[in-house]
Structure formats: structure tokens, C-alpha cells
């Protein structure tokens, strides 16, 4: 069984900076990409950024390009979102995902998991 950990949100002024982190805990012994999703009052979850484990590959959504950094440690299977220069409309709960989970070097299919979020608040 594998648990995904999210900390850092928070309740911030517009302009701050968090960092939010995920930890995956359980019996993991590859996950292929780490993300972050988003989901704000009344709106579907979106994707924020997410990064390819095996190439450091990352992808943003257009709204945060610039201002948000999704990176990873492979080795504690941990991965993180710094957000800056942040805005009222970031304001969401934040979820991290983990695509392609393999138990075992042998393990013969992956899964997906999802975190139970935490709250990033930003005022005006």
C-alpha cells in the first residue's frame, strides 16, 4: 500500500511564497512521474506541473509558468512545488499524484495514487 503525504500549505498574502512537498511512503520501488494537481472552490482539478522521474522533465500549466518549480528527489521519493509570486486565484486545495507506481522490480503492472491535499489560501 502506498501513502502520498503533502505539507506547506498555507495561509499567505499575495506576492508570498510556499513550498508545498510529497512524500510517498510505502513499498515503492519506482514511480514514472510526480505531480501536483490543483482544485479551487466550484472548479474541476487541474494539473499544475508534474515531472518525468527517469528524465527531470517538468510541464506547467500555462498560469503558473514562470512563477512555480516542480522538482524531485528520486531517492526519497519525495517531490516538492515552490511557488512564488502567488495570486488570489492560486488559491486551491493541492494534491500531489504519483503515475506509474511499481511495487518491484518484476512488478508486473502500476499504479496510480493520489494525495488527500492541503490547503494553500492566498489574500488580496
Known amino acids: 500500500q502506498v501513502q502520498l503525504v503533502e505539507s506547506g500549505g498555507g495561509l499567505l498574502q499575495a506576492g508570498g511564497s510556499l513550498n508545498l512537498s510529497c512524500a510517498a511512503l510505502?513499498?515503492?520501488?519506482?514511480?514514472?512521474?510526480m505531480g501536483w494537481y490543483r482544485q479551487a472552490p466550484g472548479k474541476t482539478r487541474e494539473l499544475v506541473a508534474n515531472?518525468?522521474?527517469?528524465?527531470?522533465?517538468?510541464n506547467y500549466a500555462d498560469s503558473v509558468k514562470g512563477r512555480f518549480t516542480v522538482s524531485r528527489d528520486n531517492a526519497k521519493n519525495t517531490w516538492y512545488l515552490q511557488m512564488n509570486s502567488l495570486k488570489p486565484e492560486d488559491t486551491a486545495v493541492y494534491h500531489c499524484?504519483?503515475?506509474?507506481?511499481?511495487?518491484?522490480?518484476?512488478?508486473?503492472?502500476?499504479?496510480?495514487?493520489w494525495g488527500k491535499g492541503t490547503l494553500v489560501t492566498v489574500s488580496s
Open positions: 499524484h504519483a503515475e506509474g507506481v511499481r511495487a518491484g522490480p518484476t512488478w508486473g503492472y502500476e499504479l496510480d495514487y
Open positions: 510505502g513499498s515503492i520501488f519506482s514511480i514514472k512521474v
Open positions: 515531472i518525468i522521474t527517469s528524465s527531470g522533465s517538468t
